[in-house]
């Protein structure tokens, strides 16, 4: 990197209070209306693309705003904003069912008016803390339009995880294969990329993004990449759905358990200085969720957990997934998936490129 911009102590996830790495150079942020951390964020990333567009040369610019990570703290000018509203009641929202969940999910208690009403607040500090991004957002595609360079950019935009609130009786979290952990946005706007095109399928960022901006700069991945180049997909010439993944592998190893992980606030404490910060939840007890893996196809999501446990949901006839369909499912089909779901758990490089073609037949 020419220019590095990152915390690395104090509390970055509070938005406050925390100390920046500009360059090798730590900087102090307190809790003044400057502090905030996204805005500083925003300042940097508008210098970065006025300096980069005076000059001749290609710009990358990756920008990750903490936003809306709980605690989800809103920027002052925000914190009064959408006092009425309330965390999705979708139908699986505190669910009345949940016998046909993995065990530690069928042994929760519904949830208590106190813990909607944390839900609540969660939500709207969420929804709060994404006011301060929308503005950022807006203010780098203006100064690109004042530079001149809007037209010659691609922006990427998306998420690391989706969040529950509520669903199936599970308080706020993300590590479930669950529709509303698993899915999160992706927009790409630039040259040559049809306007307006909404598109079924299926990308997955943490192995698609990198061989994407790799074809765009001229660079050719390493062989041991997995995932695919979103490029193909960006004009109305894309290839047809067959030709592209079919499904896609979800993997959850656990909380707070890599090796590696910071168990204690006495370990935090004593980091490398040049570390950023580690997430405070992982002091926190961790849900108590098995570690599983999962397949999510077109029509099905498949999970299965090391004690054995298995869930199917049939999303175009129970889109909530309130029905758990794996006991009384076609003995044809769940072997399917399973080989399926193994096969993409197995491979590497360009096998998952032809293992994550339909694996139903």
């Not at 990750?64 to 920027?75: F, G, K, N």
């Not at 989706?162 to 999160?184: C, F, N, P, S, W």
């Not at 390493?222 to 995932?227: H, K």
Request: glycine content about 6%; aromatic content about 10%; overall charge negative.
């Amino acid at each position: 990197w020419t220019d590095w911009f990152v915390p690395v102590k104090g509390s970055p996830y509070k938005e406050f209070n925390y100390t920046m790495n500009d360059n090798s150079k730590f900087e102090d942020h307190g809790q003044g209306q400057n502090d905030y951390m996204t805005d500083v964020l925003s300042q940097k990333a508008d210098d970065f693309i006025r300096t980069s567009a005076s000059d001749s040369h290609p710009f990358f610019l990756y920008l990750a705003t903490y936003a809306p990570h709980e605690p989800a703290t809103p920027s002052p000018r925000d914190a009064s904003l959408f006092s009425d509203l309330t965390a999705p009641r979708t139908p699986s929202f505190n669910e009345a069912d949940v016998s046909d969940k993995p065990p530690n999910t069928a042994a929760d208690p519904l949830l208590t008016d106190f813990q909607i009403s944390k839900l609540d607040e969660l939500y709207r500090n969420r929804v709060r803390s994404m006011q301060t991004v929308d503005q950022m957002l807006a203010r780098l595609i203006a100064t690109l339009q004042q530079t001149g360079q809007l037209d010659n950019t691609y922006i990427i935009f998306t998420s690391d995880n989706g969040y529950h609130l509520g669903q199936h009786r599970l308080m706020g979290g993300k590590g479930t294969a669950y529709e509303e952990d698993i899915v999160v946005p992706l927009l790409v706007r630039g040259p040559n990329v049809q306007a307006g095109a909404a598109l079924d399928g299926y990308v997955s960022g943490n192995i698609d993004i990198a061989p994407t901006i790799a074809e765009l700069a001229g660079v050719v991945p390493p062989s041991y990449v997995d995932g695919r180049s979103l490029v193909p997909l960006f004009s109305a010439q894309r290839p047809p759905p067959s030709d592209w993944r079919q499904g896609y592998l979800i993997e959850y190893y656990g909380a707070g358990e890599a090796e590696g992980a910071i168990t204690s606030k006495v370990a935090y404490n004593n980091l490398d200085p040049l570390l950023e910060p580690p997430d405070l939840d992982q002091f926190l007890p961790v849900a108590a969720i098995p570690d599983y893996l999962a397949l999510r196809t077109p029509q099905y999501t498949y999970v299965e957990y090391q004690g054995g446990f298995r869930e199917l949901y049939d999303l175009k006839q129970d889109p909530y997934e309130l029905n758990n369909i794996a006991s009384t499912a076609d003995p044809n089909l769940l072997a399917q998936l399973s080989a399926w779901l193994k096969a993409l758990a197995s491979c590497s490089a360009a096998s998952c490129r032809t293992a994550d073609l339909n694996g139903i037949h």
